[in-house]
């Protein structure tokens, strides 16, 4: 066991806790929009925030 796996099963018991607070629905409906918010970041942080073509600068479109 790792620090990795360590950090996993921690976070997972954090979750379990909290899930039991806010119920079960609440939790699995913030935990989805968390990650489709990161899956959104991920795929269109590059093209907003990128070069620009003229300076070379970074900059937002």
Do not use: K, Y
Request: cysteine-free.
């Amino acid at each position: 066991m790792n620090l990795v796996d360590l950090a996993v099963l921690v976070l997972a018991a954090l979750s379990a806790v909290r899930g039991w607070r806010l119920g079960l629905l609440g939790q699995f409906f913030e935990l989805g929009g968390g990650f489709l918010g990161l899956l959104a970041g991920v795929s269109f942080g590059p093209d907003i925030a990128r070069p620009s073509p003229r300076t070379g600068a970074w900059s937002a479109r």
